[in-house]
C-alpha cells in the first residue's frame, strides 16, 4: 500500500544532510533528546536550526515518595469508593430494616477511612504548598 499524499508538500522532510559532531557534542544532543519530549537527535537539530524552542523536563528526585504516596492515596480513595457503591447497592436492595441498617454502619465507617485519607491528602499539600511558595 503506498503512502498518503501530504496536504502540504512544502513541510515534507525530503533532504538529508550528514554532518559530523564530536564526541562532547553528540553527548550534548543526546542530553538534549532525553530532557525534552524529542524522540530522535535528528529532531533536536531540524530544532536548533528552525530556531524553535526546546522544552527540557526536569525531574525533582526528592518528590518520588511523595508522589508515590499520594498514588496510593487515589488508589486507597477508588477502592472505597467502590466499596461504597457496592454497599449503597446492598442496601437499595435489602427491604429490612435491620439489614438497612447493617449497610448504613458499613458505609459510615467506609466515611470514615475516606475522612482519615482526605486528612492526610490535606497535609501533604499543606507541605507541598510551603515548599514550592518559598521565599
Known sequence: M???????????LSRNII??????QFASLE???????????????RKILSSKQIKLFKQDISMNPVMEELALIRKELKAI??????????????KSNAGRSFFTLKVADQ????????EKLLTIISKLAEKWLQE
Open 2 to 12: 503506498p503512502r498518503r499524499k501530504s496536504d502540504k508538500p512544502e513541510e515534507l
Open 19 to 24: 554532518v559530523r559532531v564530536t564526541e562532547k
Open 31 to 45: 542530553k538534549l533528546r532525553k530532557e525534552s519530549s524529542s524522540l530522535s537527535i535528528a529532531e533536536i537539530c
Open 81 to 94: 469508593g467502590i466499596n461504597i457503591n457496592q454497599i449503597t447497592r446492598h442496601f437499595n436492595q435489602d
Open 111 to 118: 466515611y470514615e477511612k475516606v475522612d482519615n485519607r482526605v
